[in-house]
């Protein structure tokens, strides 16, 4: 072969059967999982310039799957369409309507159906929308225009939805890009609780407001327990400034103890500076995750040894928590440095900070005998020790930069993207 294999792509027998008991020899026949499972007919948004369509379509930032019927599955959507102007930092968004949601998806052998979406809604019961948040609210500094070029209001109701974890209740935990916030929502979508640095209420730490714009919380966990909430942010803070942790590895991890709301943070080192980075975290159990990490590039026959699309097995047992106990702007500071720029592993090491330890899983470039072809994959469930799934971000169909809309086409595959579900057998069990 070609490849020499750590894990491969084939249509799995599951081994356990839904974990609800019914009278319906259908529901608990055991699930077979193909080895890609795609929606394969997303409703159009709408068309823009150039005649360019968007999709709805946009789920898979995130994922989860429902614990007791094995065949549906949670996919989330980001903040809606939308395209950076590079110069000005602003961002064009052709539908400042959309609602983020949570997309019921359906395994029917090798296709994801949609069955329902559970728009996101505030305490009131009103939409959330995907518009930047204004200063002192979460705001990454975007300056949100419509398609016509005529300028938008930020609002204290936008998420850029990245993270998500199913609680034992069926309600839902949603971090996000901004703030960087995390939402409770229940099982209709209304929010019971917004938790931020800055607000009043249960707070995350003050540091992670340092967050790069476009690179907040992008991933979030649920222990399974019930009782911890994990997040992971994508990127190296800006902690002071972003020329100060230039080629920085640093990441930080958090996590939230639900009842009373005391947190930790750990480091976990980014295999490579240049990269997109995390893009989720999943729980294997109270200590031990594994994460996805990547670039951006879309994979080719040609490339596909050089683009990174990998995923780590971690364990934050004996890593160093660096939480700062005044909660300063800038966290915890070593010789008056931040915790970013200490940027390697070498300089943290002398400094007595332990990062996190971190083990290749998979890769998806090398080890699955099909191309994957997305730039974005993000989504990530352990299905069973030996048996994850991983979804991609397709961006509603689209792609550009600078007022302009294009077609988000696939290098590897000539074919418009799509939300694809990869379920991938791992030679070696997590657990």
């Not at 109701?157 to 995390?182: K, N, R």
């Not at 409770?184 to 800055?198: C, S």
């Not at 800006?238 to 996590?255: K, Q």
């Not at 009373?260 to 980075?277: E, I, P, R």
Request: glycine share 8%; proline share 6%; hydrophobic share 35%.
């Amino acid at each position: 072969m070609r490849f020499k294999s750590s894990l491969y792509l084939l249509p799995l027998l599951a081994v356990a059967a839904c974990d609800k008991k019914s009278d319906n020899k259908e529901e608990n026949k055991p699930v077979v999982y193909p080895a890609i499972a795609d929606d394969r007919h997303p409703k159009v948004l709408t068309t823009v310039q150039g005649n360019i369509t968007l999709f709805n379509g946009g789920y898979g930032s995130s994922m989860a799957q429902d614990p007791s019927d094995k065949t549906l599955f949670y996919l989330l959507t980001d903040r809606g369409p939308n395209v950076p102007e590079a110069a000005t930092g602003s961002i064009m968004i052709a539908t400042p309507d959309f609602v983020p949601q949570i997309g019921k998806f359906r395994l029917k052998g090798d296709s994801l159906v949609l069955e329902s979406s559970i728009l996101l809604k505030n305490s009131a019961g009103n939409n959330l929308n995907g518009l930047p948040n204004p200063a002192n609210a979460g705001g990454t500094g975007e300056k949100p225009f419509d398609i016509n070029n005529n300028p938008l209001s930020p609002s204290e109701d936008g998420i850029d939805s990245e993270g998500m974890a199913l609680a034992p209740d069926g309600s839902f935990w949603i971090s996000d890009e901004y703030g960087p916030h995390i939402i409770h929502v229940d099982k209709n979508g209304k929010t019971i609780e917004k938790i931020n640095p800055f607000t009043a209420g249960r707070k995350l730490p003050l540091v992670l407001a340092k967050r790069r714009p476009n690179r907040g919380m992008e991933g979030l966990t649920i222990t399974p327990d019930g009782k911890t909430l994990v997040g992971i942010m994508q990127f190296p803070l800006y902690n002071p400034g972003s020329a100060a942790i230039s080629n920085s590895l640093v990441i930080r991890i958090v996590t939230f103890d639900i009842a009373s709301g005391n947190t930790k943070q750990f480091v976990y080192m980014m295999d490579n500076w240049n990269l997109q980075a995390v893009s989720e975290i999943a729980a294997i159990d109270n200590n031990n995750f594994i994460v996805l990490e990547r670039d951006g590039n879309f994979p080719t026959e040609a490339n596909r040894n050089t683009v990174f699309k990998k995923i780590f097995k971690i364990n934050i047992a004996g890593a160093t928590d660096i939480s700062d106990p005044d909660n300063g702007v800038n966290g915890k500071l070593i010789n008056g440095k931040t915790i970013e720029e200490l940027k390697d592993a070498a300089t943290l090491a002398a400094n007595g900070i332990t990062p996190v330890t971190k083990t290749l899983v998979a890769d998806l470039m090398t080890d699955i005998t099909t191309l994957y072809p997305h730039d974005k994959a993000e989504g990530l469930v352990i299905i069973n020790p030996g048996l994850i799934a991983v979804s991609n971000d397709d961006d509603f169909g689209i792609t550009g930069a600078n007022q302009v809309y294009q077609q988000k086409i696939l290098t590897g595959t000539n074919k418009v993207d799509r939300n694809s579900v990869y379920f991938i057998k791992l030679k070696n069990p997590l657990y």
